[in-house]
């Protein structure tokens, strides 16, 4: 399994960002597909995750309304649409699927 990460980076307050995770490896489209996040000394938490029927999904109560998940399975690759960022969503975020995690991507919100 691999879970490679790009997107990520520095935004004021209220900007966006989008992450991608390209899978390969396993059978993307029959897997649910999730992001986590981790800020400095805090646990790692689930963000969002996105079932696989591309419709279903569940968000963390700190993003619902400004992150969205999305995946394209002919690309084999999963999204992270997050607007109206706050710099409580500084953190490392992490691409999770079949048990793997992606090499994780800083994301910064600071004026």
């Known amino acids: 399994v691999q879970l490679e990460q790009s997107g990520g980076g520095l935004v004021q307050p209220g900007g966006s960002l989008r992450l991608s995770c390209a899978a390969a490896?396993?059978?993307?489209?029959?897997?649910?597909m999730s992001w986590y996040r981790q800020a400095p000394g805090k646990e790692r938490e689930l963000v969002a995750r996105i079932f696989s029927d591309g419709r279903t999904t569940d968000y963390a109560d700190s993003v619902k309304g400004r992150f969205t998940i999305s995946r394209d399975n002919a690309k084999k690759t999963v999204y992270l649409q997050m607007n109206s960022l706050k710099p409580e969503d500084t953190a490392v975020y992490y691409c999770?699927?079949?048990?793997?995690w992606g090499q994780g991507t800083q994301v910064t919100v600071s004026s």
């Open positions: 999770r699927a079949v048990g793997s």
């Open positions: 490896g396993f059978a993307f489209g029959s897997y649910a």
